[in-house]
């Protein structure tokens, strides 16, 4: 074998991309919207309408900020400018959605205690307009938004009463107990699909999974079971996939017991699953226990996973995105928003981009490792002028969609490449492991001896040299 064979035979490929389990659908649009300048975001808020308009909440300073995308031409996206939320000082965020006509809606309790329930609207036209959901104050809400554009607000009461709020036509808001309570600490989560059904989760020592179909609410069984003896449902977050079956995502946390030797961990498990029939739980899958969060709407599931992938589920198929997310919320036919975590904070719409990584396995010490770099888009089509970073060396993608970046590696350990551009794709990571081999050399030494001392000169240099 050559030595350049031996070479090809030995590198390593990492790929950041999108692993197609079947045929995806065509997404509204496709590329990111910048937030704005300035350290990467600690949480945000993502949400998508029906019409594949998409918005983005985070804080900023002493501001929560509101930016928009929408489809573009081309199949690009389109994006305004950060804009303040007029919220009241003091007030507690519950939820974003994105409703018919490109309306905004942003759910917020007045106080971080019990509190009332107020929905902001944020109009086409840019005003907006803020008016009381209704039902007297509460201790969590969650807002959604329905196919048809029509939105509701699921509350937890200050006793624990469970209530749809509703709204009207016109702006207005009427309430719909549902008859069933919840711990006064319960955190809500509502997800609402077509012909009227709607799915409610509220998590705590007293969990609640319900489901409205042909008007009518009925409280449901809990994948895996009633919480055993010591422990709690610290997680319920409620979906609809594309077959509109519920979805709910569980997070169980057993019981903190102390021993002689100190505190014992609380055991904790996660599971995904959907609801076929009415009371048979099947686990989402792939990786199902790996989510750690779930949002749907427009018949598009996505749960966010452990791992720093999306699993993304849309009425033509299934796809797993290699990118670690904040937030990400479904949408109409398969497409999805999301806010990746760390990098120049943006709004993403559509599918992330591939990225693959040819790298040697190993290196001698003190050797430039060729680290050859291909972006290309969902199409497989290559993104040029992409400003890719892998140790302290920069360069951005040719015509062709690559680059080759070759740091010098002075020790083993993993070599990241970071997509570093906050315009047309998203910042993404990508790590190869590379080993680094001894370097021989060759010591040529020359003894002078005096005559109380010796005197030792020489050089050291690669068998090359």
Known sequence: MTGVAARAAAAVTAVAALTALTAPAAVVADGTVALEAGRPLATALTAMGTDGAAAALYPRGDEVRLVMARPGDGGRTAGGAPEAVPLPQGAAVEGLAVASGGRVLVAFRTAHSCAPVHVLTRAADGTWASAEAGGGAAVSAAVATAPDGSAAVLAVGCAGDVALRTQDAAGGWSVQPIGFTAAPTARASLALGAAGLAVAGVDGPIPLLLVRQAGAWARTSLPGGPPAVGETIATLRVGIDAQSHPVALLRRVGETGIDVTGPIAAPVSWSLDRLLGTASWVPVSPGGPDSVDVASGGGTLVARRRD????????????????????????????????????????????????????????RFGEAAALRISVTDAAGRPLPRVRVRAAALAAATDDAGAVTLRPVLTATGPVEVVLADAGPVPPMRVTVRIAVRPQPVVLRATIARGASRAVVTGTAASPAA
């Open 308 to 363: 720093g992938t999306m699993l993304v589920e849309g009425p033509g198929g299934t796809l797993v995105a290699q990118i670690d997310t904040l937030a990400a919320a479904g949408g109409p036919g398969g497409a999805f928003a999301y806010v990746p975590r760390g990098g120049p904070p943006v709004l993403g719409v559509g599918t992330p981009p591939s990225v693959t990584v040819t790298a040697p396995r190993s290196v």
